[in-house]
T-cell receptor, first 111, second 114 residues
Framework: NAGVTQTPKFRILKIGQSMTLQCTQDMNHNYMYWYRQDPGMGLKLIYYSVGAGITDKGEVPNGYNVSRSTTEDFPLRLELAAPSQTSVYFC??????????FGPGTRLTVL | AQKVTQAQTEISVVEKEDVTLDCVYETRDTTYYLFWYKQPPSGELVFLIRRNSFDEQNEISGRYSWNFQKSTSSFNFTITASQVVDSAVYFCALGSSNTGKLIFGQGTTLQVKP
């Protein structure tokens, strides 16, 4: 099992550009999450999904969108990149009562 | 409101010392989960332990031990005989029993010097 995979690992965007961060899990978990980690800080939840077709906002959803068309995939979309979105993005999956398995992260810089 | 506080921003110890990382949480839920994750310099998040709110039994795993006290809303983590490889950022997190969402503390950076 690959666990949770994220692509790309690194990306530099110009202000106003858009991109999609990909996340795939092969553990058949219903629950998936997107977090961001700013330097020296803990992780903050952006969006989460409790199953295919169901998504909801977390603590910091502004500037992001998500979709969940399959159990395996949970892409995160940035429409108009801003410097404040410079961060490391982690995707995770779990069954609700168990630990979340995290992907390796995507380091995004917006200049 | 749900909140996790890790008051110790950075801790520095010498190898073989014992060290305790503090975690205090706030929640109105009666059922919840508590976690500790380790983030080594390479950046990945490594799961260490999960505790549910009904299980206050302390746990020991090798050099690691955890003390869960519901009366003080604390879930502290002790490393015995620390090693250089323990150097990392450690996060405490509070999990929802309904959605699994995690609220993270700000993390404690542990530096173990040889």
């Amino acid at each position: 099992n690959a666990g949770v995979t994220q692509t790309p690992k690194f990306r530099i965007l110009k202000i106003g550009q858009s991109m999609t961060l990909q996340c795939t899990q092969d553990m058949n978990h219903n629950y998936m999450y997107w977090y961001r980690q700013d330097p020296g800080m803990g992780l903050k939840l952006i969006y989460y999904s409790v199953g295919a077709g169901i998504t909801d906002k977390g603590e910091v959803p502004n500037g992001y969108n998500v979709s969940r068309s399959t159990t395996e995939d949970f892409p995160l979309r940035l429409e108009l990149a801003a410097p404040s979105q410079t961060s490391v993005y982690f995707c995770a999956s779990s069954s609700v009562e168990n630990e979340q398995f995290f992907g390796p992260g995507t380091r995004l810089t917006v200049l | 409101a749900q909140k996790v506080t890790q008051a110790q921003t950075e801790i520095s110890v010498v190898e073989k010392e014992d060290v305790t990382l503090d975690c205090v949480y706030e929640t109105r839920d009666t059922t919840y989960y508590l976690f500790w994750y380790k983030q080594p310099p390479s950046g990945e998040l490594v799961f260490l332990i999960r505790r549910n709110s009904f299980d206050e039994q302390n746990e020991i795993s090798g050099r690691y031990s955890w003390n869960f006290q519901k009366s003080t809303s604390s879930f502290n983590f002790t490393i015995t005989a620390s090693q250089v490889v323990d150097s990392a950022v450690y996060f405490c997190a509070l999990g929802s029993s309904n959605t699994g969402k995690l609220i993270f503390g700000q993390g404690t950076t542990l530096q173990v010097k040889p």
